[in-house]
């Protein structure tokens, strides 16, 4: 009588446990993971990089704003730097699949001719064109 | 001692900031890396270590020399006014080329000294030779070669 009921609680504690572990994958992992892709995020002291057609760029923030898969927001002290360009600025957005960043803050540029200080700018980087808004001043190293 | 230094100090200071070249404008620049140029719109000025130049619009097209990105030809557009020391040119156009310093100015151009004002449809400004060369309207063509010793401008 008591093997019998040891063997029973032996097989609902299997099943259990068993049932525990079905819990927590379906209602625990997946979803998250699902959800993890598409909800807005922030990363603070935010520094990472992005493949464009400039190369490598690295790119980093006082915050970063994830809006969606296609566009992030790069909130507060902001640059972005490749081998052709630093660009330092404020609250920088980006398209990622169109490689646009622009901002209408002050920004200040560094390039193999000078440094740049400009009232906002952006960047076609697929295409290679950036514009500079407002007043503008471009110092030239001779 | 000090004020010496200060002075010293300073002199370099001043040095640095009257041979620097820049471009500023008031609107917009564009920076098109693929045809390798630059368009500055509104009010601009350009400065080189040769000149300084006033328009409306600029476009500086330059190469890449040693990791280094240097102006080849500078168009300027409308309202051009050109200060090369005491002289002021003036026209509608301009395109400055660097490896033979020339300025060559169309429309209604003007050059003005302290002692005279010529009046022209173009002009062309050989810096190096400190010559110009004026055609107007009345003559076919008014060459002016400046009398001066020193020909390295």
């Known amino acids: 009588m008591i093997n019998y009921f040891k063997i029973n609680i032996f097989n609902f504690l299997i099943i259990f446990f068993l049932g525990i572990q079905v819990f927590i994958y379906f209602f625990n992992q997946r979803p998250l993971t ?3 892709s598409k909800m807005a995020m922030s990363v603070e002291n ?3 990089i992005v493949l464009s057609k400039s190369g490598i760029t690295k790119i980093g923030s006082e915050k970063l704003k994830k809006i969606d898969d296609k566009n992030i927001y790069l ?3 902001s640059y972005l730097e490749n081998k052709e360009y630093k660009i330092y600025g404020e609250d920088i957005s980006i398209k990622l699949e169109e490689e646009i960043s ?3 803050k002050p920004v200040k540029v560094l390039n193999s001719m000078g440094i740049l200080n400009a009232q906002g700018f952006q ?4 295409e290679g ?5 407002g007043k503008v001043e471009f110092f030239i190293d001779d | 001692m000090i004020k010496i230094l200060f002075q010293i100090i300073f002199l370099i ?3 640095i900031a009257h041979s620097e070249s820049f471009v500023k404008a008031s609107d917009s620049l564009i920076w098109d890396s693929e045809n390798q140029n630059y368009t500055a719109n509104g009010n601009v000025i350009f400065k080189n270590e040769k000149f300084i130049a006033y328009s409306d619009k600029m476009i500086a097209n330059y190469i890449e020399e040693n990791n280094k990105e240097i102006f080849t ?4 557009f409308e309202n051009v006014v050109i200060e090369f020391k005491d002289e002021i040119f003036k026209g509608n156009h301009a395109i400055y080329t660097r490896n033979n310093n020339l300025i060559k100015l169309t429309g209604d151009v003007s050059i003005e000294s302290p002692t005279r004002l010529l009046t022209g449809y173009e002009l062309i400004a050989d810096i190096d030779n400190n010559k110009r060369i004026l055609n107007s309207a009345d003559k076919d063509s008014l060459v002016e070669v400046l009398l001066e010793n020193d020909t390295n401008n």
Request: charged fraction near 25%; aromatic fraction near 22%; glycine fraction near 4%.
């Open chain 1, 34 to 36: 699902k959800d993890f």
């Open chain 1, 46 to 48: 935010f520094s990472s």
């Open chain 1, 75 to 77: 909130e507060g002290k």
């Open chain 1, 102 to 104: 622009n901002s209408n």
């Open chain 1, 123 to 126: 960047n076609f980087d697929n």
């Open chain 1, 129 to 133: 064109i950036m514009t500079f808004k």
């Open chain 2, 13 to 15: 200071f001043f040095s």
């Open chain 2, 73 to 76: 030809i500078v168009e300027l």
